[in-house]
């Protein structure tokens, strides 16, 4: 019991925090619009999915894989923010109170949630304002399409507590935001996610396939009803929303294991 | 029966560093043991372990009569710590912090705004209350820090260095402060380099050098084991040292110590202030003037000296308060003042003092025209 009230104290705090530094949110937002807007128009052009190089198409496809990527880079921030914490006094104030031990990690990562899910949704509009359109191939409806949110949101999640081990490894917040956001580059661009797998070298198409990232992109794609489904084999393209669930709670599971240990073992 | 601070043994190891080799500690309840050492002593690795951030490899601790090491979060709920560095978010405003605080201490959010509020009144930080801490001066900070650590009155309180980097006044606002919650009952365990805080806050006092306690005691039995008291003569001439030097050798019971470049005697004395009132007739029969005299009993400094073999580090050049001036005229020049309260760093640093004194003293004086 005690557990949630404390990650709900800390998660407040947080977002109290995040108020005070409104520029963070801003920048939070400007990014992941950066992305639609360029991809969209320097390269949508010239891509081509399925058999298609409509721009429309492009369009369609491309939006999963952009929220996809917004809701990974909190990762970033998350572990930027609790190296921070590990770094001043606070910490030691928290540790000598009688307070659950996970609660700061946790309730790092429920703050980020929130803010992911307030970026996702100015993301969405500006998505629908550029031209996008769910259920331009299959017939989707509105609980599917909170259902795709749901698993965008979930790899979000499951994503800050890499942040987080990364932030509680590093020595520096400046060093948790470069080591938080590297290998997402690799992880967000060997996918599904802006263009079709299938056409990579065959290495490289089945870590594409097998990318825990991949599977939610082509769960959403599916949910939302949008183009471009990898027709691959691979079993988490073959059952999308089935995979973005396991991986998710997968990564979950494993990294808060390993953060909250981290965590413990921080200072002692 | 131990007192609500007992440890026995503690040692703690960090790679090839014995931060603790073997503390023994016991504070009678209600009362305050300093914790006096020089940066790097094992002062803070001891509070550490203390207040279960840190397992101490070896030995045992119980604090307010719980096992710290068997059941580390009954230990959580009877403490408090203020550390070395204030502890507050600095985003949040000063009563958000302690409502915080509060909650994590378990309390009911209703009760830990009341709390809060009471402690912002107590701590005179109702007017900033809603402004974000970052905005608060070093002194409101430490003072934010402090009521954190007494949302729930804790019976025994841990403080590490509060007053490290504090200006004078503040440094008196806090002393106030703890010297009213130790009266209220609460046991204390303080550390600091300022050998003045210990002298002041303390009932007994532990010196740590080099994760060991090397002498424990109150402040009057450690002075007294230090030696007796001794005249201190400023002469206002250079020239007039060796007949100063020679009066003062008709009085004293040891040798005479002269600091050319402050001219400043020192000799041993017995006889107390009847001896000092000799010796200013003496000297001004003999048409010495003299710019400062005095009967010095040892202070803290002394016996730190004695003790460790090195001088307590004075880190703090912003207020240069460190050392024991109480009983001294105030000397109006901040940076002579170092050199001139420490015999012994005179006697091996003199030439170095010597060169850089001048450049002090004009930092000092333009800053004091400005």
Redesign the interface.
């Known amino acids: 019991m005690?557990a949630v009230?404390?990650s709900l104290?800390?998660a407040?705090?947080n977002l109290?925090?995040m108020t005070?530094?409104p520029e963070m949110i801003l920048f939070g937002l400007i990014q992941p619009i950066m992305f639609v807007v360029l991809f969209t128009y320097v390269f949508g052009g010239s891509m081509q999915i399925g058999n298609s190089a409509n721009l429309d198409v492009y369009k369609n496809f491309l939006m999963a894989g952009i929220f996809a990527q917004t809701v990974t880079f909190a990762t970033a921030s998350s572990g930027a923010g609790i190296a921070d914490d590990m770094h001043?006094?606070?910490?030691?104030?928290?540790?000598?109170?009688?307070?659950a031990r996970g609660?700061v990690l946790t309730g790092r990562t429920v703050a980020d949630l929130v803010q992911t899910a307030l970026t996702l949704f100015v993301l969405a509009i500006v998505a629908l304002i550029v031209g996008w359109r769910p259920g331009s191939v299959e017939t989707t409806n509105f609980g599917k399409i909170l259902g795709g949110f749901g698993l965008l949101l979930l790899l979000g999640y499951a994503f800050t507590w890499i942040g987080a081990l990364i932030g509680l490894s590093v020595r520096t917040p400046e060093a948790a935001t470069s080591g938080g956001l590297i290998w997402l580059f690799p992880v967000t661009f060997i996918s599904n996610a802006f263009v079709d797998s299938s056409k990579m070298t065959p290495w490289l198409r089945h870590i594409a396939e097998w990318n825990p990232f991949s599977a939610t992109v082509q769960a959403c794609r599916k949910l939302f009803g949008d183009p471009g489904l990898s027709p691959s084999d691979a079993w988490p393209m073959q059952h999308p929303v089935w995979a973005s669930l396991i991986y998710s709670i997968l990564i979950i599971v494993v990294f808060r294991t390993l953060a909250v240990r981290k965590y413990r073992r921080a200072?002692? | 029966m131990p007192g609500a601070i007992y440890a026995e043994g503690l040692v703690k190891t960090f790679g090839d560093v014995r931060a603790l080799d073997g503390v023994d500690l016991d504070v009678p309840e209600g009362t305050v043991l300093g914790l006096l050492g020089p940066n790097g002593a094992g002062k803070t690795t001891a509070v550490r372990c203390l207040t279960t951030l840190l397992r101490p490899d070896s030995g045992k601790a119980v604090v307010a009569g719980v096992d710290v090491l068997k059941h580390p979060d009954a230990v959580r709920r009877r403490v408090g710590l203020s550390g070395q560095f204030a502890a507050v978010d600095e985003y949040l405003t000063g009563r958000e912090n302690l409502q915080m605080v509060g909650q994590l201490y378990q309390m009911r959010a209703k009760a830990a705004k009341v709390r809060a509020a009471e402690l912002l009144e107590q701590f005179n930080l109702t007017e900033a209350a809603d402004r974000p801490a970052k905005t608060y001066s070093g002194g409101m900070r430490r003072r934010l820090d402090l009521a954190a650590a007494l949302v729930v009155s804790p019976p025994v309180m841990f403080m590490d260095e509060p007053t490290t980097g504090l200006d004078p006044r503040n440094r008196q606002q806090l002393w106030e402060v703890i010297k009213q919650l130790v009266s209220d009952g609460t046991t204390l365990l303080l550390t600091t380099q300022y050998l003045e805080e210990a002298d002041h806050l303390a009932h007994d006092i532990c010196v740590v050098d080099h994760g060991r306690v090397i002498a424990r005691g109150t402040a009057d039995q450690l002075k007294a084991q230090t030696g007796g008291e001794r005249v201190e003569v400023v002469v206002h001439e250079r020239e007039h040292i060796a007949t100063a030097s020679e009066v003062l050798r008709g009085f004293g019971k040891g040798e005479t110590t002269v600091e050319e470049h402050t001219r400043k005697l020192t000799v041993p004395v017995t006889g107390g202030a009847k001896l000092l009132a000799e010796v200013i007739r003496e000297l001004d029969g003999r048409g010495i003037e003299i710019d400062d005299i005095g009967l010095r009993r040892p202070t803290l400094d002394d016996v730190f000296l004695s003790l460790t073999g090195h001088v307590a580090e004075v880190k703090d050049e912003e207020n240069g308060v460190a050392g024991d001036t109480r009983g001294r005229k105030p000397k109006k020049d901040p940076a002579k003042k170092d050199p001139a309260t420490d015999p012994a760093k005179n006697e091996t640093a003199q030439s170095e003092t010597a060169q850089t004194e001048p450049a002090q003293s004009e930092t000092a004086q333009t800053e004091a025209t400005k």
């Open positions: 005690s009230n404390d104290v800390i407040r705090r109290i925090r005070r530094i001043k006094g606070l910490i030691d104030r928290f540790r000598s109170l009688p307070m609660a200072t002692s």
